[in-house]
């Protein structure tokens, strides 16, 4: 979708109506809503309204006008990139990251999205805001201001921070690029800062959300006592690049020991957000998505939460895993509150 779109519908409109009533309210919405769209960077928002003004045209009696909008939306679809098209049509990797950098990116194009996810109201709320501050970019920068871009996530193991970087790019139709830390560290020792230049680099050349998993590899305390000197340069590298990147990707950095990372690094990013594990209400949600296909008609929620408390979001995911695939093979499309009961005990004997 680019703005030559927007001028052709609204050109089309222009010739094809041909009377002088009024144009309809709920038309005059529709072309704000289009408006809307088209600055929000919903490129299927903005066609599904297109296709609906086409079609209020046809209702009432302008064919021609409906024909001509038709046609301006298919040519503009056409010309489309793919991950303009349709949503749901998954985009062609055409960026794949190759040589050095390809040992240091996994790029994907995830389906998640933030309504995927079981979160608690503020933390939800956050991540919103994270989405309405990048599809609004341009417009705060004209201002003067940054939209939020540098976000570290904080919180016990599987409480959803990688599914949260999964989410917020497949919201935004922006690829995935994981950082592959490990590989960073151990196999270019002394290399390392010049590796983390290539990933900063590509920042700039490809848009999209750079995710650093188990960020505290990199980031430590450096007055920690057994930290060693090329740990510590590698954080002032990855200090200094954060701070002078000006891109418009978005830097995600996750961990699940807060405590192990510089203070220094805090300052460093435009917001952080923690994790925690669910609550009941939560924790019966997660359950009960996963569960969404069979008869739970008769499971004690209640019970079933309070033997699961304390459990991840994935260990509850886990869980109801299990307890769906024993009532498919036990020939039942019925989940009982013993079979769950039991795969959440079972999920208590993993170390956490």
Same mark, same amino acid.
């Given at each position: ?262 203070? $220094? #690094?805090? !300052? ?5 957000? /923690?994790? &925690?594990?669910? =609550?009941?209400? %939560?924790?019966? $949600? #997660?359950? !009960? ?5 069979? /008869?739970? &008609?008769?499971? =004690?929620?209640? %019970? ?16 109801? =895993? ?31």
């Amino acid at each position: 979708m680019t703005w030559e779109s927007v001028k052709n519908l609204a050109r089309g409109r222009e010739d094809g109506y041909k009377g002088d009533e009024e144009i309809p309210m709920a038309t005059a919405d529709q072309i704000k809503a289009l408006i809307r769209s088209h600055a929000e960077g919903d490129d299927s928002r903005f066609y599904s309204v297109a296709m609906q003004l086409a079609a209020g045209e046809a209702h009432v009696g302008h064919k021609r006008l409906a024909s001509e909008l038709t046609t301006v939306i298919d040519e503009a679809r056409a010309r489309a990139t793919p991950r303009v098209v349709a949503s749901a049509i998954r985009p062609r990797p055409l960026a794949q990251p190759r040589g050095d950098l390809g040992d240091l990116l996994l790029a994907s194009y995830p389906a998640q999205r933030l309504s995927d996810l079981v979160l608690a109201t503020p933390l939800r709320a956050k991540l919103d805001r994270i989405i309405v501050e990048t599809r609004q970019g341009d417009e705060l920068r004209h201002h003067g201001f940054t939209p939020l871009r540098k976000v570290l996530l904080v919180g016990p193991p599987g409480t959803g921070k990688t599914m949260t970087a999964a989410a917020l790019a497949g919201d935004l139709g922006l690829p995935l690029f994981t950082v592959r830390l490990d590989g960073l560290i151990t196999r270019y020792l002394g290399e390392t800062a010049a590796k983390l230049r290539l990933v900063f680099d590509a920042m700039g050349q490809t848009r999209g959300v750079y995710f650093f998993d188990e960020f505290d590899a990199v980031a430590g305390d450096r007055g920690a006592s057994n930290d060693v000197g090329e740990i510590r340069r590698v954080l002032n590298s990855f200090l200094q690049f954060l701070e002078q990147d000006e891109t418009t990707s978005l830097v995600i950095a996750a961990t699940n020991h807060v405590g192990l990372l510089d203070r $220094a #690094v805090f !300052r460093r990013f435009d917001l952080a957000i /923690e994790y &925690s594990t669910p =609550d009941a209400g %939560q924790a019966e $949600a #997660v359950l !009960r998505n996963r569960l969404s296909g069979l /008869e739970t &008609s008769d499971v =004690d929620w209640p %019970q079933v939460v309070g033997a699961g408390s304390g459990l991840s979001h994935a260990e509850l995911a886990r869980a109801a =895993d299990q307890a769906a695939k024993d009532a498919i093979l036990d020939r039942s499309k019925a989940i009982t509150t013993d079979k769950l009961l039991t795969a959440v005990g079972e999920r208590r004997t993993f170390p956490r």
